[in-house]
């Protein structure tokens, strides 16, 4: 279970002070599928750097399965995200020195949750997942912008955490693509991940338990449905 209670986050920008969330109250249930949908600059990526700990936030509360991030410490976040979080950045974020398979090694080889062993055929795993079998040995620069987000993709997911977080993950998909990675994120959450995916796309013929939008760092409507 998520839980974020009167979490404000502001910025200096160069005209002032920007209020990029005020006074959210959100709950995510352990196990369901939350889609984010606003606008550019509607404060989506901050929601998700707050939940994932990267970002602190400034007075209220982050309560994740027990955890409360805003009490912990650099070390003892860090340690924490890398076990139970799986980031989708907006902009990937690949290590462009490191082949496609090394990226999706990098996160295990780091917080060594998955046995030494079985890492590389995990990574091969998830890289056939997001159809990319053939391209594993290939680097950031000679991939599309397609694959690299389908190698981000399969990164965040290295380490099987419980909660998944993507920044529109699909923003550079074909439809094709697209469908391939909300399968893939539909069985996740079959399998019981819990699932927060932002995007400004239309996703009114996708599945979630949950729908968000915010406007402005303000949280519009929360709907639950089953
Ligand atoms: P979204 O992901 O919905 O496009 P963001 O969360 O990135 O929105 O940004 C919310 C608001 O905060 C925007 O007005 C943006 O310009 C501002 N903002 C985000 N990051 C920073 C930053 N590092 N410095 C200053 N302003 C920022
Ligand atoms: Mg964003």
Redesign the pocket.
């Known amino acids: 279970m998520i839980q974020l209670t009167k979490v404000n986050k502001t910025?200096?920008?160069l005209g002032g002070q920007?209020h990029?969330l005020i006074d959210t109250d959100l709950s995510i249930d352990q196990g369901a599928s939350t889609v984010i949908i606003?606008k550019?600059?509607?404060?989506?990526?901050?929601?998700l750097n707050i939940i994932s700990g990267i970002d602190r936030c400034e007075g209220g509360e982050v309560v994740i399965n027990g955890s409360k991030l805003h009490t912990m410490g650099e070390n003892e976040l860090a340690k924490w995200r890398g076990r139970n979080i799986g980031i989708v950045f907006q902009n990937f974020q690949l290590m462009p020195t490191l082949s496609a398979l090394d990226n999706v090694l990098f996160p295990m080889d780091l917080v060594q949750v998955i046995p030494a062993k079985a890492r590389k055929t995990r990574a091969q795993q998830l890289l056939s997942e997001v159809g990319l079998a053939a391209k594993m040995h290939k680097f950031p620069n000679e991939l599309s912008g397609g694959e690299i987000q389908r190698v981000a993709i399969a990164r965040a997911l290295a380490n099987d955490p419980p909660i998944i977080l993507a920044d529109e993950p699909t923003g550079n998909l074909d439809t094709q693509n697209s469908d391939r990675i909300y399968q893939l994120f539909e069985s996740l959450v079959q399998q019981g991940k819990t699932l927060v995916i932002?995007t400004h796309e239309n996703i009114s013929h996708r599945n979630f338990n949950q729908v968000v939008t915010?406007q402005d760092?303000i949280i519009l409507h929360a709907t639950q449905s089953l």
């Open positions: 910025y200096q920008g920007v990029a606003g550019s600059g509607s404060g989506k990526s901050t929601l932002v915010l760092g």
